[in-house]
């Protein structure tokens, strides 16, 4: 029995994406994938509303994100870490020898810019990580605050992580200065996991010409060598570029401000919910995000009976990430969900919520 996906990723796929991954394979060298690529990528500036390069990764987006800290850090970056993804972000550059310092905030609490700004004020980095919006805790933190902040220290270079929050809502790349963006496919662009998107500023490639041990797989000059040609260094993930083609039409039939408009009203639809059922939110206002909501379990739910049961009846539920298992739930309300589809699953919870109690 196929588990209908409510949890922060993978997300449940829509039949029509499925079906172009059925598409007959072709050569990454041949002229016809040069055709795709360049489309792809044409259509991925235009949501991340950017000029910069865009390159694709067959990969999670964690390989990107490790490229990035091989590629950019020169002399020391510093982690900005409120979760259990960040964390691991400041592991990873640690993991790849390279000096950095973890800064970090309680897990529910958001980066702020003026955090930022008293970091960045030291003089010490040349780089920093930010994830936009932190998947295990809920948290979304201000991001073009963040970034208003970040453009007074134009020697640093930022590579923030959209992974959870692309497409959900509007990320203008260019108008924020971000100089490397990253995110997945299998979140709220709602395709399978394996590719991994990132754009990179002309000040970063320039800055990777400058750094030594970038290695070959993510090296951004490799990628944007191969960009000239509309393609990639080594074999692309073709079925899936196939599928995210296909996404990126169904982002357009729809409409971007309808896309973001419809992930703001299930986040709404679920804060009502939380509410009115006497449960308390993990993030507060105005920090939580679009794509998931973080719930506190105050009322004392068995939640790993619950997700039992709901996974009996065909809903994959998360019943909270890492150090917060137990103590918190999470509901994805991201990519190509519909209301209907989220208040089934919600009118579910609230039968089996009633009868165990």
């Known amino acids: 029995m196929h588990k209908k996906l409510f949890i922060p990723g993978p997300v449940e796929i829509a039949p029509e994406i499925l079906q172009a991954m059925a598409t007959p394979m072709i050569g990454h060298r041949m002229p016809e994938y040069a055709l795709l690529h360049g489309r792809v990528t044409s259509g991925l500036k235009q949501v991340m509303a950017t000029r ?50 973890a800064v970090k905030v309680p897990w529910g609490a958001p980066i702020t810019p003026e955090l930022v700004e008293r970091t960045l004020a030291t003089g010490r980095y040349d780089s920093f990580t930010l994830i936009h919006n932190e998947t295990s805790t809920g948290v979304m933190s201000p991001l073009p605050e963040i970034m208003a902040v970040a453009g007074r220290f134009p020697g640093i270079i930022s590579i923030v992580d959209t992974v959870s929050s692309m497409s959900a809502l509007p990320i203008p790349l ?25 754009s990179a500023s002309e000040r970063a490639l320039e800055r990777a010409k400058t750094v030594e041990g970038r290695g070959y797989y993510f090296d951004f000059l490799e990628f944007s060598a191969n960009d000239a040609k509309d393609n990639t260094p080594s074999t692309p993930c073709i079925s899936l570029i196939y599928a995210l083609d296909t996404q990126l039409q169904r982002f357009f039939s729809e409409g971007l401000e309808q896309r973001w408009a419809r992930h703001r009203e299930l986040a709404a639809y679920v804060a009502e919910w939380v509410r009115d059922r006497g449960f308390d939110f993990f993030v507060a206002e105005p920090y939580r995000s679009v794509t998931l909501t973080c719930v506190a379990n105050n009322r004392g739910v068995n939640l790993k009976k619950l997700k039992g049961e709901l996974g009996e009846l065909g809903y994959a539920f998360d019943d909270g990430y890492g150090k917060l298992k137990g103590e918190t739930f999470r509901i994805a309300h991201m990519g190509d969900l519909l209301l209907d589809e989220l208040k089934e699953f919600i009118s579910v919870i609230d039968r089996l919520l009633t009868t165990g109690e």
């Open 52 to 101: 910069n390069r865009v390159f694709l990764a067959t990969s999670s987006a964690f390989g990107v994100m490790e490229g990035a800290i091989r590629n950019l850090v020169k002399g020391r970056c510093v982690n900005f870490c409120n979760g259990a993804f960040s964390d691991k972000w400041h592991d990873v550059t640690l993991r790849c020898g390279k000096e950095a310092d």
């Open 174 to 198: 260019d108008e924020l200065g971000i100089d490397v963006c990253i995110f997945g496919v299998q979140k709220a662009f709602a395709l399978p996991p394996g590719l991994a998107v990132f």
